[in-house]
T-cell receptor, first 114, second 114 residues
Framework: GDSVTQMEGPVTLSEEAFLTINCTYT??????LFWYVQYPGEGLQLLLK?????DKGSNKGFEATYRKETTSFHLEKGSVQVSDSAVYFC?????????????FGGGTRVLVKP | KAGVTQTPRYLIKTRGQQVTLSCSPI?????VSWYQQTPGQGLQFLFE???????NKGNFPGRFSGRQFSNSRSEMNVSTLELGDSALYLC?????????????FGPGTRLTVL
């Protein structure tokens, strides 16, 4: 079945540092890829998405590029802030699922220190 | 526009009891999906409803069930609760079905089974 693997956390950074969270996937079709963020005590918020190869999703300074050849969708941000402390989830949906089923990675906790 | 709302936000039950959780999607959204989030298993898809019909189901026992009403509001029910059912239950709504569709998550219902 489909699966998503992302780097385990926690990732601890200083403010203004560069952030990378690795995400790779396995899917039998041609999935759409997403990054969601979860702040403490809240639900998930869509951070960015990409629906085809070489698409770059971007939002709030975060970027991720859909790499079909390496089945990856790594999340990057050039200069993190304390407010970026959260848990980040990589996810996919696949056309053959014919619906809205999201398959998530295990999540990566990011802690940004002032 | 109001977001996805879930009630109650917190719930404490004992083993063997049953529980019903409610989700009100964003106005106009017709698809509602449910997810279970636990520290051990992460985020797992429970089921998806669209136009009052269950369209997709995850790998959960029959104790987990749901339904959707004509106004798109959805409920999920867990019967004969077990300790392992303690989790954050997240509901997500979207306009349509389909892999490229953005899903909006509610804040979740935290269920504790004693």
């Amino acid at each position: 079945g489909d699966s998503v693997t992302q780097m385990e956390g926690p990732v601890t950074l200083s403010e203004e540092a560069f952030l990378t969270i690795n995400c790779t996937y396995t899917a039998t079709g041609y999935p759409s890829l997403f990054w969601y963020v979860q702040y403490p005590g809240e639900g998930l918020q869509l951070l960015l998405k990409a629906t085809k190869a070489d698409d770059k999703g971007s939002n709030k300074g975060f970027e991720a590029t859909y790499r079909k050849e390496t089945t990856s969708f790594h999340l990057e941000k050039g200069s993190v802030q304390v407010s970026d402390s959260a848990v980040y989830f990589c996810a996919l949906t696949e056309i053959k699922a014919a619906g809205n089923k999201l398959t998530f990675g295990g999540g990566t906790r990011v802690l940004v220190k002032p | 526009k109001a977001g996805v709302t879930q009630t109650p936000r917190y719930l404490i039950k004992t083993r063997g009891q049953q529980v019903t959780l409610s989700c009100s999607p964003i106005s106009g959204h017709r698809s509602v999906s449910w997810y279970q989030q636990t520290p051990g298993q992460g985020l797992q898809f429970l089921f998806e409803y669209f136009s009052e019909t269950q369209r997709n189901k995850g790998n959960f026992p029959g104790r987990f069930s749901g339904r959707q009403f004509s106004n798109s509001r959805s409920e999920m029910n867990v019967s004969t609760l077990e300790l392992g059912d303690s989790a954050l239950y997240l509901c997500a709504s979207s306009l349509y079905r389909g892999d490229r569709n953005e899903q909006f998550f509610g804040p979740g219902t935290r269920l504790t089974v004693l």
